[in-house]
């Protein structure tokens, strides 16, 4: 299911970019979406076109949202990027298990990966920045395997997540799947 060769190396957050519109993107980490960092998170995400959902995530309504990034939080590897106090965009990795709590070695599970990034930030060079610093934190926790769905139609995010060294590994009807091979 995944490539043979690896991929990397990758930016590990903190670090400060320029996008191609000239603003200054700061890349984080979030260690556990509390206080400001999930009241700023909520907020893009209550700004995020409905029409960019792709299955069902990010959840529309306030507290749905806010309920998602809670129950995510626990056990998954978040990274967004802020423009100024604006969240712009997070990428996150979920381990794709039953029994997260369980989970022993990090690098012996696989990941699913989501990416959003707020519309007016879009096809600036964000995404692409963001993915790879999710990947280079990823690297950095020991994570090796990660793997994502998208719409076969979304031609700009197939093209982002194959610049970053994600390659086709099947398709489901819709969906074509991914996966990359950390360094």
């Known amino acids: 299911m995944y490539p043979d060769g690896t991929s990397g190396p990758f930016p590990a957050p ?16 979030v260690e556990k979406f509390a206080g400001e960092a999930l009241e700023d998170t909520v907020e ?7 029409t960019d959902r792709a299955q069902g995530i990010p959840p529309t309504g306030e507290e749905r949202i806010r309920n998602w990034l809670e ?14 106090e604006d969240v712009v965009g ?24 989501a990416i959003f990034v707020l519309q ?22 020991g994570i090796r395997h990660v793997w994502l ?5 979304n031609t700009p995010a197939i093209a982002l997540y194959e610049r970053v060294g994600f390659e ?6 819709f969906e074509q799947e991914m996966g990359i091979l950390l360094e």
Do not use: C
Not at 149 to 153: F, L
């Open 14 to 29: 903190p670090t400060t970019d320029t996008d191609q519109s000239g603003r200054e993107i700061e890349y984080r980490v």
């Open 44 to 50: 893009m995400y209550v700004e995020f076109d409905p």
């Open 71 to 84: 129950a995510i939080a626990e056990s998954s590897v978040n990274v967004v990027a802020r423009h100024g």
């Open 90 to 113: 997070h990428a996150v990795l979920v381990p794709d298990v039953d029994d997260p709590a369980a989970v022993g070695d990090v690098g012996e599970i696989e990941w699913e990966l």
């Open 120 to 141: 007016a930030y879009q096809e600036s060079g964000i995404g692409t920045q963001l993915l790879k610093h999710l990947l280079g934190h990823a690297d950095e926790l």
């Open 149 to 153: 769905t998208v719409e076969r139609w």
């Open 168 to 173: 086709p590994t099947g398709t489901e009807s």
